[in-house]
């Protein structure tokens, strides 16, 4: 493990909006200068590979800050306090997809902007899935697409520039080679 080259010595709230919140960190360095960065301060997430007889199933919804339907897999802020998060992956994933998990798999958290952000996704791979009807919970999800992509259509949406957020990246390149070995 490298050593820090600095120490946090302060940090204020700058502004908390929904589950967010926007903090003035304060550092000193080795040399004893002092900076500041702004940190977001955010409750952790959970995002989900549901993988159905060779089919991933995905969401396309409504990403406001992009102004523009995007297809994700399933995901959702850890929200609900002392759920564990494979309680949560699966309560999204049924929720969104209409998908109960038999089987969630941790494949691996992630830190999704750390230059300004310490959100966390913890990846999971379901499968042994049971259709039980979509749930859906904020406006996003009411308006939100079901898709299910062969293997073969999810490489292509990838060449293709259709899936371009992070999470659904990184989940589908672990979940597609777990299930697949």
């Not at 960065?37 to 991933?56: N, S």
């Amino acid at each position: 493990m490298h050593p820090l080259p600095a120490t946090l010595v302060g940090s204020h709230v700058v502004a908390r909006v929904a589950f967010l919140s926007v903090e003035i960190d304060r550092f000193r360095d080795l040399s004893g200068d002092e900076f500041e960065r702004v940190a977001i301060r955010h409750p952790g997430a959970v995002a989900v590979v549901p993988i159905d007889r060779g089919h991933i199933i995905f969401v396309r919804q409504f990403r406001a800050p992009l102004g523009a339907m995007m297809l994700e897999i399933p995901a959702g802020i850890l929200d609900v306090e002392n759920e564990p998060p494979e309680v949560a992956a699966a309560r999204e994933c049924e929720e969104e997809t209409g998908y109960r998990p038999g089987r969630l798999e941790h494949l691996r958290s992630i830190n999704t902007t750390p230059g300004f952000s310490d959100e966390r996704i913890d990846l999971f791979l379901a499968t042994d899935l049971t259709e039980v009807g979509a749930q859906p919970d904020g406006i996003e999800e009411r308006h939100a697409e079901i898709i299910r992509l062969s293997f073969a259509e999810v490489r292509s949406a990838i060449a293709d520039g259709s899936i371009t957020d992070a999470k659904t990246l990184i989940g589908l390149f672990d979940g597609m080679q777990r299930w697949a070995s």
